[in-house]
């Protein structure tokens, strides 16, 4: 005859958790630790500046680190961390070190580049570089920051897709696959760490005014064309994505991992540029 134990299941206890939810501090971050990897700059700066804002401890990660500083000084964070996420091992060492005696809680990476060309232009030395910032430096970061988190039994990671993830143009194809390929990364680490108690979650921005598309908004008839084709008619700002970030690193998500969260102003949503007559 098995033993039987008056010990609630994990169910039950999250459930009791859930009643003692106090509503007016559901995005509240007191106390935690986030790693904002590309703080320096755009998203990654306006992330940080909103989740100190909500009480979180943030370490502003970046290659720039006066860029880092910058940010800190702002009210963006505790301290700024010099990271080119291109070293692997450089990686590895962040993870270590800023572990701390609490460990990280939340980590976010925004840093991405891109080569507009056609594929039949692109050059073998682009694709590579393309690939290694934003599909080989977001494994090493989940890898190694997820460890962490894993085998305390807690964290949130949320990485930075984008829209190019489900919807292409020329010269676009090689952005786009990384992205597609990001998104399928972080899925599969959400399905992994999730019995670990580490949620996984990617964001998909618009168009954004941020110095990775400044070559778009320098052409008015390219950048009116890019702002027409989202149903809000304009192009995002940073600030704007810094509310999705907070969401995800928050006790609000508490049952979202896995997700592509789409920042977009309706990009996604509509069906070309046209607008029938009534």
């Known amino acids: 005859m098995s033993a039987q134990t008056n010990e609630p299941s994990n169910e039950q206890a999250v459930e009791r958790t ?18 904002v ?20 401890e943030v370490v502003c990660a970046d290659r720039d680190v006066a860029a880092a500083e910058e940010t800190v000084a702002m009210g963006g964070g505790v301290s700024a961390y010099a990271l080119d996420v291109l070293d692997s091992e450089a990686v590895s060492r962040a993870a270590d070190e800023l572990q701390g005696d609490h460990g990280v809680d939340v980590l976010v990476f925004t840093a991405a580049t891109n080569v507009r060309k056609r594929l039949l232009d692109y050059t073998g030395e682009e694709f590579d570089r393309v690939v290694a910032l934003n599909l080989r430096a ?67 921005p618009g168009v954004v ?33 810094a509310g999705a970030v907070v969401y995800l690193a928050s006790d609000a998500s508490s049952f979202v991992t896995g997700s592509h969260l789409f920042v977009d102003g309706g990009w996604t949503a509509i069906d070309g540029r046209y607008t029938p007559p009534a």
């Open 18 to 35: 859930l009643a003692r939810i106090d509503y007016s501090r559901l995005f509240r971050l007191d106390g935690r630790c986030v790693v």
């Open 37 to 56: 990897v590309g703080a320096g700059s755009g998203i990654g700066r306006e992330s940080a500046l909103a989740l100190t804002a909500h009480g979180a």
């Open 138 to 204: 977001s494994f090493d970061l989940v890898r190694e920051f997820g460890a962490g988190m894993a085998e305390r039994g807690r964290g949130s990671i949320i990485g930075f897709s984008s829209i190019r993830a489900v919807t292409v143009e020329p010269g676009q194809g090689v952005y786009a696959a990384t992205k597609a390929g990001l998104v399928q990364l972080l899925r599969t680490a959400a399905a992994e760490l999730g019995p670990s108690g580490v949620r996984v979650n990617a964001i998909a």
């Open 209 to 241: 005014d941020t110095p990775l598309t400044a070559q778009i908004r320098a052409v008015p008839e390219w950048s009116e064309a890019y702002a027409s084709k989202s149903a809000l008619g304009r192009w995002s700002h940073a600030e704007e994505l």
